[in-house]
């Protein structure tokens, strides 16, 4: 990605609360899914953390480390300031390169950041550095039909 292109990202997605579709009530309703002990201490990685929408979530909710990483800077220096607790670790670093051990994160959460690598190929690299017991929760803007559901037809309005 070039710098200019990288500017333009940043510029139409800042001063924004979340850099993609979502609101903190699916992103507990999700967290809820995963039934992942509230009181454990995970090791979380937020892939695409963007400013943080969703990781203040994950932190309100839940007990652990969070990684926080993603490739824009300006949004990781937003991140800091609006979440500055010692468990959240934000890092400039692409998702392709993580630096963790196999079988070590109980939860990767990737709220509209996955497409970057590909749907499939995107499962298929996290998988091996989840836990046993350990979850992907992921979203991204799809549908299956001709028309796009409202809920997306209003996002992109």
């Known amino acids: 990605m070039t710098e200019e292109q990288i500017q333009y990202i940043v510029h139409i997605h800042e001063n ?7 609101s903190d009530e699916e992103t507990r309703k999700a967290l809820e899914i995963t039934g992942l002990d509230k009181h454990q201490h995970l090791e979380i990685l937020d892939l695409g953390c ?3 929408a969703q990781t203040r979530v994950l932190n309100e909710n839940l007990n652990g480390s969070i990684h926080a990483f993603d490739i824009f800077e ?7 300031t609006q979440l500055p607790f010692p468990n959240v670790k934000p890092k ?8 963790f051990m196999y079988d070590s994160l109980d939860l990767i959460w990737a709220e509209g950041a996955i497409y970057n690598m590909g749907f499939q ?13 350990g979850f992907i929760s992921l979203s991204e803007i799809t549908w299956l039909s001709e028309e796009r559901p409202k809920e ?4 992109w309005k």
């Not at 924004?16 to 979502?22: A, L, V």
């Not at 400039?92 to 630096?99: D, K, T």
């Open 16 to 22: 924004m609360d979340r850099q993609g579709p979502g």
């Open 50 to 52: 963007g400013t943080g």
């Open 74 to 80: 300006k949004f990781l220096n937003e991140l800091k």
């Open 92 to 99: 400039l670093n692409p998702m392709e390169e993580l630096p």
């Open 121 to 133: 190929n995107g499962l298929n690299y996290l998988r091996p550095f989840l836990r046993t017991g």
């Open 152 to 155: 997306i037809e209003d996002y």
